[in-house]
């Protein structure tokens, strides 16, 4: 077998003397989408802004292409081909949809699918309609494609996405699906954020589930979708 794209070993983080995730371990395969669930609170975001060192206080083996991430800042993480869409959706306000895409910019990597914006105009449409269009001028669901856009600028081998579907219309909710699933017949690896477990279904290969900062089950998306016990016990509102 090809080594994982993403390893992670026994991963710890705290948040001043709040300890958050206790030996988190999980893989992400090349051109894999595996889905990391969990209820609000269960250390999703927590994992992935560990992931990209923007956690204060970790401890744990990250390798990533199989290179030791674990001491690295963010900014050299992310120039080592690692992308990161936040939940929040940091468009900037005040550029252009264009002028924000330019600002994720980063060389064709090798082996890596390569990103300009006239393709991603194709993956999105609605962007393509509005490159002059300000970020702060843009609906929810239109900035999250454009955080999404901006990221695939950098051109990564992998991306960390988390919570694509929260809190957008329906429709964009679709659009996210099928861009994931796009971006999976690309060649990018993805390790996905989400509670959503239909949308998860739709796009996922393999799940972790998450919860108060331990992971409760590993498998694949058709195991999680049987198991009914894990699903009431960590998925369930």
């Given amino acids: 077998m090809n080594a994982p794209m993403l390893k992670v070993e026994k991963l710890n983080a705290y948040y001043g003397r709040a300890h958050i995730l206790f030996d988190v371990s999980l893989e992400v395969g090349r051109g894999e989408v595996v889905a990391l669930m969990g209820r609000n609170g269960a250390g999703k975001s927590t994992t992935m802004k560990a992931i990209m060192g ?7 083996l990250i390798q990533f292409d199989g290179a030791s991430i674990s001491a690295l800042s963010s900014h050299r993480i992310a120039r080592m081909g690692l992308g990161y869409v936040p939940e929040d959706r940091r468009v900037f306000s005040d550029l252009t949809v264009m002028e924000n895409l330019d600002t994720g910019r980063q060389q064709p990597r090798v082996g890596a699918p390569t990103w300009s914006p006239d393709k991603l105009f ?13 970020g702060g001028q843009m609906s929810g669901g239109e900035q999250q494609m454009l955080t999404v856009s901006r990221t695939l600028m950098g051109n990564p081998w992998l991306v960390l996405l988390d919570e694509p579907s929260e809190g957008v219309a329906p429709v964009i909710v679709e659009q996210m699906a099928n861009m994931i699933l796009e971006l999976k017949r690309e ?8 509670q959503n477990l239909h949308f998860a279904e739709l796009v996922s290969d393999r799940a972790y589930v998450l919860e108060k900062g331990q992971i ?12 009914d016990v894990v699903r009431r016990a960590y998925l369930s509102v």
């Fill in 122 to 134: 194709r993956l999105f449409p609605n962007l393509g309609e509005m490159p002059k269009r300000l």
């Fill in 54 to 60: 923007l956690v204060p206080r970790r401890e744990g």
């Fill in 216 to 227: 409760r089950f590993s498998g694949t998306m058709r195991e999680l979708a049987q198991n």
């Fill in 187 to 194: 060649g990018l690896s993805i390790l996905l954020s989400e």
